[in-house]
């Protein structure tokens, strides 16, 4: 019959272990390359002579400036050709503009490198996202894309704590070189990976339809747009406090940047990978129980995290504040694969890819970009009255956006269970 595929082509028979693998460690690269401003913030600041709104632009909107632009196209690209090949270009491109941050001689030419750093690994989220549900079905998809996720959380541990080190040792410069080589070689690897070809009849428009087809396709659904509000209002409360928390500990708690890099990248990288793994374990179980329970799970983890996020900014000691960010981590991560994966359930097959990549551009825009940035300028104002503590009153000031991201779960949960799920489609086929 057309459209059915047998068991040795189905691409979640072809080596799903080992593809997983492979992104998992993208993923990891991704937010290695990416922590390692973060870590080596304040002798950039010093070096350049920036402000905490300059440095904000570079940890935040510099990155997204063309992330944003080249998220949507390239995912496209992915879902209508190869798209392991096209997150295999994107790795090795994105690594050689990490190398580039290194050789920067002043603040407009890093500024120029991190945006197209963001350029390639705008593509690392959504296309892994549409690989991984081309290998594992929607009761197993959420524990899947957590040990894909967990990739990130790693890559924020070594990010801070590599970037810190040779920062320390070698100077911030090294630090960039130094981890932009490993991706290079993992590129080829993901570059090997099956193809896989999906039939006109799982596109979302007509077969051959365009962008703007396969858009008003994913927008007609309810439950999608609101998924993107989600996506990106929560990102907020994630990447909003990972951009600043080094910068904090070494202000706030007089930690020298060789002990606060590698301190904080366990906590918030440790936390990261032990709140997706348990939020993807978690919401499978309620997925199998009902479509719209994980939802219950993230609105109820991130007010949790913003209280102890609190704490952990109020304390004295810099060694139970650390402890308190590893906690507050942990329920604030657990949302992710929940979220990721709310995505690709909610998504034609075919257009997986392109529409995980809309997601990403409203957390990159706004999580990423906007959240760091406005949390430097909140930084700037608090300093003039409040001195060193200034940083710390801005976080505290942005963990207001938990409380807005669990209404929006709460109301996230009400649209999946009063709207029908995603027909099934005709599963997609490997390349040989």
Known sequence: ?????????????????????????????????????????QPIKLEFGL?????????????????ALSGVPLSRL???????????????????????CGVARNFWQLLLARACVGIGESTCQPVGYAIVGDHYDA????TAIAWFLV??????????????????????????????????????????????VRAPSQAGGPAGAGFWAD???????RPYRWLIGLNAVYSCTLFGP??????????????????????????????????????????????????????????????????????????????????????ATVLGSMGSPVNATSIQNESPDALRATAASLATLAVGVIGIGLAPWLI????????????????????????VLSVVTALLYLQMARVLRTSAPLAAVPAAVTAR
Do not use: K
């Open 51 to 67: 402000s905490d709104s300059e440095l904000g632009l570079l940890t935040g909107f510099a990155f997204v400036l063309l992330y």
């Open 376 to 399: 430097g300028v909140l930084s700037d104002e608090f300093t003039l009255g409040y001195g060193r503590d200034g940083l710390r009153m801005a976080l505290q000031v942005s963990l």
């Open 242 to 327: 990972i951009a600043w928390l080094p910068t904090f500990f070494m202000r706030s708690h007089e930690l020298p940047m060789q002990v606060a890099g590698p301190w904080t990248g366990l906590a918030i990288g440790g936390g990261m990978g032990c709140g997706m793994l348990l939020g993807g374990v978690l919401a499978d179980r309620l997925y199998r129980a009902a479509r719209h329970r994980p939802q219950w799970l993230g609105g109820v983890t991130v007010l949790l995290a913003a209280l102890v996020y609190f704490v952990a900014l109020s304390v004295d000691s810099a060694s139970s504040a650390i402890g308190l960010t590893f906690c």
């Open 78 to 100: 992915a879902d209508r050709s190869s798209r392991p090949l096209v997150l295999a270009l994107s790795l090795a491109f994105w690594s050689v503009a990490t190398a580039a």
């Open 215 to 221: 858009l008003r396709s994913l927008w007609s659904r």
């Open 151 to 196: 990739g990130n959380s790693l890559g924020v541990t070594a990010g801070f704590a590599i970037g810190g080190w040779i920062g320390a040792m070698y100077g911030w410069r090294a630090a960039f070189v130094a981890v932009a080589i490993p991706g290079l070689l993992l590129a080829i690897a993901i570059g090997r990976l099956p193809a896989t």
């Open 1 to 41: 019959m057309a459209g059915e595929t047998t068991q040795h082509d189905n691409p979640r028979q072809v080596r799903p272990v080992y593809a997983l693998t492979l992104l998992a460690l993208a993923s990891f690269m991704n937010y290695l390359d990416r922590m390692v401003l973060p870590a080596v913030a």
């Open 139 to 142: 009761t197993r998809r959420t």
